[in-house]
């Protein structure tokens, strides 16, 4: 098999993936959410709300299941649907009084649990890391955009 330079690096970014999404869930989890409804409170917090389509953009849950999570939250009355007045078919999801307290409490909680993992980095590893990390997410889009234009 012919060498690929890039492999070592994508293995490298598979395992800090997979090892962040690990200390993460454990927190999470310690907390009485699934990962998917923290993202979700997560991506909500600080907002008025956004519409569905949008929520499934800003987090990482794929549209299949954001309508189940986003069901379960509501019956945790931690969100609330409300239709939107321009668009009959378009829903706007918004934290509720509850939610928003629960926001409050976990969210600076789950930064300060990623920060013990963080703390071994320089501020300039992290500004690097982040370069890095936006430039492979632009090469990956601008394939993604030529591989959709290609016959």
């Known amino acids: 098999m012919p060498q690929v330079p890039f492999l070592p690096a994508l293995r490298e970014l598979a395992g800090a ?3 962040f999404e690990a ?19 997560a991506t ?3 907002t008025p709300g956004m519409p569905l389509k949008e929520l499934g953009e800003k987090s990482l849950i794929t549209k299949g299941t954001l309508t189940g999570v986003v069901d379960r ?3 945790k ?3 609330r649907r409300i239709a939107s007045p321009s668009d009959g078919r378009s829903q706007t999801v ?3 009084g509850k939610g928003e307290e629960l926001f409050a409490r976990i969210f600076p909680d789950h930064l300060e649990h990623l920060q013990r993992a963080f703390v071994e980095l320089t501020p300039e590893e992290l500004a690097a890391m982040e370069n890095t990390l ?3 997410r632009a090469a990956f889009a ?3 955009a030529q591989m959709k234009e290609a016959p």
Request: proline share 2%; glycine share 8%; net charge positive.
């Open 17 to 19: 993936y997979q090892a």
């Open 94 to 96: 918004q934290l509720t």
């Open 23 to 41: 200390y993460s869930a454990a927190h999470i989890r310690a907390i009485g959410l699934t990962p998917s409804q923290f993202d979700i409170i």
């Open 44 to 46: 909500l917090g600080n």
């Open 77 to 79: 009355k931690l969100v």
């Open 73 to 75: 939250l509501t019956g």
């Open 134 to 136: 936006r430039r492979l």
């Open 142 to 144: 601008t394939a993604h």
